[in-house]
C-alpha cells in the first residue's frame, strides 16, 4: 500500500509512463514484499523549468529524463529502503532507459491509522488488512 508519486519534465507519451511505473511497481512489490495488487501511483508532469532538483553537491548532473518519486507509507526497515532505491534504479535502468543519476527518491512513513482504502474506514485499524 505505499502510495507513489512521480514527478518527471512533460513531453513523456502513455507507453512510456506505463513503464516507468510498471517498472516501479516491481521494485515496490520485490523490495516491500507487498501483493502484486497493491499499487497506488499518481503521475504529474512538469514543464522543465518547474522541476528544479539540483545534487546536494555530490557533483553529478541530471537530465530532462530525471524522475522524481516520493513515496508515503507505513515503516519499513532500512534495509527494505535500501533495497527499495537498488531495485527502482535497476528497474528504471533496464526497462526505461533512465540513468541512475536521474532518479531521486524520498520516503514518508505513517501509521496503519493514517490510511483509509475507501468506504470512509480505516482497514488496518478495522482488521480487513
Known amino acids: 500500500?505505499?502510495?507513489?508519486?512521480?514527478?518527471?519534465?512533460?513531453?513523456?507519451?502513455?507507453?512510456?509512463?506505463?513503464?516507468?511505473?510498471?517498472?516501479?511497481?516491481?521494485?515496490?512489490?520485490?523490495?516491500?514484499?507487498?501483493?502484486?495488487?497493491?499499487?497506488?501511483?499518481?503521475?504529474?508532469?512538469?514543464?522543465?523549468?518547474?522541476?528544479?532538483?539540483?545534487?546536494?553537491?555530490?557533483?553529478?548532473?541530471?537530465?530532462?529524463?530525471?524522475?522524481?518519486?516520493?513515496?508515503?507509507?507505513?515503516?519499513?526497515s532500512s534495509q527494505q529502503k535500501k533495497d527499495f532505491y537498488r531495485l527502482v534504479v535497476q528497474e528504471l535502468g533496464e526497462s526505461c532507459g533512465i540513468e541512475p543519476n536521474d532518479i531521486m527518491i524520498s520516503i514518508a512513513t505513517n501509521g496503519a491509522a493514517d490510511w483509509s482504502f475507501g468506504f470512509g474506514e480505516a482497514q488496518f485499524l478495522t482488521g480487513k488488512l
Open 1 to 76: 500500500m505505499p502510495l507513489i508519486r512521480f514527478d518527471v519534465i512533460e513531453g513523456r507519451n502513455e507507453e512510456s509512463l506505463r513503464k516507468l511505473l510498471d517498472a516501479a511497481h516491481r521494485a515496490v512489490v520485490k523490495a516491500f514484499d507487498v501483493p502484486e495488487r497493491d499499487r497506488y501511483q499518481i503521475v504529474t508532469q512538469h514543464p522543465a523549468n518547474e522541476l528544479v532538483i539540483q545534487d546536494t553537491g555530490l557533483g553529478f548532473e541530471r537530465s530532462r529524463d530525471l524522475v522524481v518519486i516520493n513515496v508515503t507509507s507505513t515503516e519499513r
